[in-house]
């Protein structure tokens, strides 16, 4: 890794998202918004996610530094979240994810030690954004009352962990 890496757009990108939502998080809380406006920003971190990913690859910005600091910083903000938005989830959605980003960070670290490489998956994408759209559902659901939400999040629940499974199960068979 080089110093100057930390200087790449994505990187600086990647890094600012953290700083700027730990920021928010820790002087704001969910009550301090209107029910739209939270939405948007929690629909604004998750699609952040794939921000500096994006501009990575489109200005061939690749960086070694990136590759850790991307999934990580991915990692912290959306379990930062989780937990600023506790009393608007069940309890049950909020461990399942926590197991499952558990699961994830200990594939992480595998790739990260044995110089792995192990591509996002299409579904691994769609299940987190599916995961925000539920969890977006979860704040309207405090304004209205929406039907079958729990069905929903117990289904795309089963959905990341498939993904969770799958990442594993290619990283140490298709790989070990």
């Known amino acids: 890794m080089k110093f100057k890496d930390i200087f790449l757009a994505p990187n ?6 953290l700083v700027i939502v730990t920021i928010i998080f820790f002087r704001f809380t969910p009550n301090d918004f209107e029910v739209l406006p939270l939405i948007v920003f ?3 971190v998750g699609l952040s996610d794939s921000l500096d990913g994006i501009v990575a690859r489109r200005y061939n910005l690749v960086s070694k530094l990136g590759i850790i600091l991307d999934p990580f910083t991915d990692r912290v903000v959306f379990i930062l979240l989780l937990f600023w938005i506790r009393d608007i989830i069940p309890g049950y959605f909020l461990s399942g994810i926590i197991v499952r980003e558990i699961l994830i960070l200990i594939g992480s670290l595998i790739v990260l030690f044995s110089k792995r490489e192990i591509k996002v998956s299409n579904k691994g994408k769609l299940s987190t954004v599916l995961m925000f759209v539920v969890i977006c559902l979860y704040v309207l659901n405090t ?5 079958f939400i729990n069905e929903l999040a117990i289904a795309i629940l089963i959905l990341y962990f498939y993904v969770a ?3 594993l199960y290619n990283l140490i068979y298709k790989h070990g």
């Open 165 to 167: 499974f799958e990442y």
């Open 42 to 44: 929690i629909a604004l």
């Open 12 to 17: 600086l990108i990647t890094l600012s998202r």
């Open 143 to 147: 304004d209205i009352s929406i039907l």
